[in-house]
Each structure stands twice: as structure tokens, then as C-alpha cells.
Nanobody, 119 residues
Framework: QVQLVESGGDLVQPGGSLRLTCVASRSIFSINLMGWYRQAPGKERELVAEITTGGRTVYSDSVKGRFTVSRDNAKNTVYLLMNNLEPDDTAVYYC?????????????WGQGTQVTVSS
């Protein structure tokens, strides 16, 4: 059952921009924390950015000043605006949300969207 869906990944040139979108199913209740994480080949999954319902944010040092995370609570949607993209940003980007569906409160994950930065 798909409960989080990411979109917006693409091939872009260095210095370009992309906006990623993640929509959480209405079957997930009481979502407080949503975020973006990425995994490059041969590396562990790492935090990119997180945002709470109240709008407080956390960024990885490697993206701070270039990426902006935002959310629309009414639409169960989180966005990641990526500017000044670099080749090292190439990875599969995953959306995560802490919420409750059925009997469990846990982190729910999307299936990822590929971002490739290359000239």
C-alpha cells in the first residue's frame, strides 16, 4: 500500500534547480514531522532537511543556504526546493513522515525519486 508519493526528480545541469514534492495519504493521521533524506551509491541514507507542523526546520550543513523545505499541512504535502545543484547532490531522494496509520505510530517512507546533477 503506497502511503507517501514523491515526484519532481530529474536530470539537471550543475547550478540548476528542482522542486521535489511529497504527498502523504489521508490514511496517515497526526503527522508532525516530515522530511527529506537521500542515498547515493555506496553511501548510507542521510538527512537532507526536516520540518515540523509548526514550521521549525533542520538542514544538513551540506545543503544549508541552497535548499529550502516547506509544507502545506492542509494538503499533507512537503516540498524541497533545491537551488545551485552540485554533482554531489546526485542521489535517490526519499520522503519520510512520522504519523499514525492503523495501530502503529512510526516513520513512513516513500519509494524515492532520482535526482541526477551532471553536465
Amino acid at each position: 500500500q503506497v502511503q507517501l508519493v514523491e515526484s519532481g526528480g530529474d536530470l539537471v545541469q550543475p547550478g540548476g534547480s528542482l522542486r521535489l514534492t511529497c504527498v502523504a495519504s489521508r490514511s496517515i493521521f497526526s503527522i508532525n514531522l516530515m522530511g527529506w533524506y537521500r542515498q547515493a551509491p555506496g553511501k548510507e541514507r542521510e538527512l537532507v532537511a526536516e520540518i515540523t507542523t509548526g514550521g521549525r526546520t533542520v538542514y544538513s550543513d551540506s545543503v544549508k543556504g541552497r535548499f529550502t523545505v516547506s509544507r502545506d499541512n492542509a494538503k499533507n504535502t512537503v516540498y524541497l526546493l533545491m537551488n545551485n545543484l552540485e554533482p554531489d547532490d546526485t542521489a535517490v531522494y526519499y520522503c519520510g513522515a512520522v504519523g499514525t496509520s492503523g495501530p502503529l505510530r512510526r516513520t513512513y517512507w516513500g519509494q524515492g525519486t532520482q535526482v541526477t546533477v551532471s553536465s
